[in-house]
């Protein structure tokens, strides 16, 4: 596709349940990040996805944040037992590979985003 | 820890106008890169520019210029020539180390064009 799709866009859930937050990365990039916006404030860092390496999980805030990804493509963000401080905007990027500093850097390019609110 | 903080939580300028928006960060870190990021209320993140802490040149792409000083860890952007769909948050943002992919940001600065 052209860019990151996230889906849902908005997802309303109640507190104890489980959601699931899919992202689609842009074809070919192998770099994929999850971050967690809550309202006002600035972007946390959940996850990070490179190739077949191991994941950069030291972002996930709790075990009841998981994060999956299949080979290069489609990742989801599970998160069970919802609770009301879990609402926010989750936010999908993916890059080519990044490459050391003495080459120009790769460009992560945002998804819009899931608004999920627990109620 | 990388730190990155934004000390201004809203600006407003006039259309037209010149507005400079501060970052300030904390590395131990010798190679790493900082951006600055745009988003409308459409949550679209857009990155604005693009900046390589080995360089010394300060990054410009049109309107939008940096100051970059590397020893007092300061990265500001200045929009030049204002524009009503400049209205967006800014986010500062860094990345390096062994962990270029993944990036810091700031808290953000709430940026109104007025016409």
């Known amino acids: 596709g052209a860019g990151v799709s996230q889906s849902p866009s908005n997802k309303v859930t109640e507190k104890g349940k489980d959601v699931e937050l899919r992202c689609d990365p842009i074809?070919?990039?192998?770099?994929l990040y999850w971050y967690r916006q809550r309202l006002g404030q600035g972007l946390e860092f959940l996850i990070y996805f490179q190739g077949n390496s191991a994941p950069d999980k030291s972002g996930l805030p709790s075990d009841r944040f998981s994060a999956e990804r299949t080979g290069e493509s489609v990742s989801t963000l599970t998160i069970q037992r919802t609770q009301q401080e879990d609402s926010a905007v989750y936010l999908c990027a993916s890059s080519e590979r990044p490459q050391p500093v003495t080459r120009a850097n790769t460009e992560a390019f945002f998804g819009q985003g899931t608004r999920l609110t627990v109620v | 820890a990388q730190t990155v903080t934004q000390s201004q939580p809203e600006m407003s300028v006039q259309e037209a106008e010149t507005v400079t928006l501060s970052c300030t960060y904390d590395?131990?870190?010798?190679?790493?890169?900082l951006f600055w990021y745009k988003q409308p209320p459409s949550r679209q993140m857009i990155l604005v520019i693009r900046q390589e802490a080995y360089k010394q040149q300060n990054a410009t792409e049109n309107r939008f210029s940096v100051n970059f000083q590397k020893a007092a860890k300061s990265f500001s952007l200045k929009i030049s020539d204002s524009q009503l769909g400049d209205t967006a948050m800014y986010f500062c943002a860094w990345a390096g180390g062994t962990s270029y992919g993944k990036l810091t940001f700031g808290q953000g600065t709430i940026l109104t064009v007025h016409p």
């Open positions: 074809s070919g990039h192998t770099a």
């Open positions: 590395t131990s870190e010798n190679n790493y890169y």
